[in-house]
């Protein structure tokens, strides 16, 4: 069984360029997160999908972060324009979903996403 | 938030136990705890779970305090392999399925 995806695995653009993070959970998982770890910071919560509808996205840094995930399937994470404090790394996940709970603890990561912007 | 306080580093001999600590003083009486780790390179990784009970798999054992305000983690025979930054977890369900990470623990296992 594939596990998750992310594309690509290295970006390096400028500030001010727009930048598509792409995310393919593993089949069958109707939740997906969005987490990123800055330079010297902790892993940090984006966002929150449950099959294609944003269940939290509290953690979303400001309105130049834009997430999408297209017939619950894939997701992708865009950024428009590019700051030099978003580079870091972005880590996607998924997880099934349990009922009475409707997540499951145990979340699959990516290898995540380094984006440079310089 | 049920916070956790963690080491930032230990080491460890191959082939030896790795025990790791948390402190979670204020977690809540429904919260598990979760342990992940993040291997260089790689995205964290799910390694176990408890409420109150010691558990093991066949990745690590937990033991949780009777009071739950701490637990361990153990490695029975760390490998080279297993060096990595460690993270306990503490507050989950309460916060609505989003993991939570602190600054975890970066174990060392050493030859």
């Known amino acids: 069984e594939a596990g998750v995806t992310q594309f690509p695995s290295h970006s390096v653009i400028e500030k001010g360029q727009t930048v598509t993070l792409r995310c393919d959970p593993i089949?069958?998982?109707?939740?997906l997160y969005w987490y990123r770890r800055v330079m010297g910071k902790e892993i940090k919560f984006l966002l929150h999908?449950?099959?294609?509808?944003?269940?939290?996205e509290s953690g979303m840094p400001n309105n130049r972060f834009l997430a999408e995930r297209t017939g619950g399937t894939y997701s992708t994470l865009k950024v428009q324009p590019a700051e030099l404090e978003d580079s870091g790394v972005y880590f996607c996940?998924?997880?099934?979903?349990?009922?009475?709970?409707?997540?499951?603890?145990?979340?699959?990561f990516g290898p995540g996403t380094r984006l440079t912007v310089t | 938030d049920a916070k956790t306080t963690q080491p930032p580093s230990m080491d460890c001999a191959e082939g030896r136990a790795a025990n790791l600590p948390c402190n979670h003083s204020?977690?809540?009486?429904?919260?598990?705890v979760y342990w992940y780790r993040q291997i260089h390179s790689q995205g964290p990784q799910y390694i176990i779970h408890?409420?109150?009970n010691n558990e093991t798999n066949e990745m690590a054992s937990l033991i949780i305090t009777e009071d739950r305000k701490s637990s361990t983690l153990i490695l029975p025979h760390a490998t080279l392999r297993d060096t990595a930054v460690y993270y306990c977890?503490?507050?989950?369900?309460?916060?609505?399925?989003?993991?939570?990470f602190g600054q975890g623990t970066e174990l060392s296992v050493k030859p």
């Open positions: 977890i503490a507050d989950f369900y309460n916060q609505g399925g989003k993991l939570i």
């Open positions: 204020t977690i809540s009486g429904n919260e598990y």
């Open positions: 999908f449950v099959k294609e509808s944003k269940q939290d």
């Open positions: 996940a998924s997880s099934q979903e349990i009922l009475g709970a409707g997540y499951s603890y145990e979340q699959y």
């Open positions: 089949s069958g998982h109707d939740n």
């Open positions: 408890g409420l109150k």
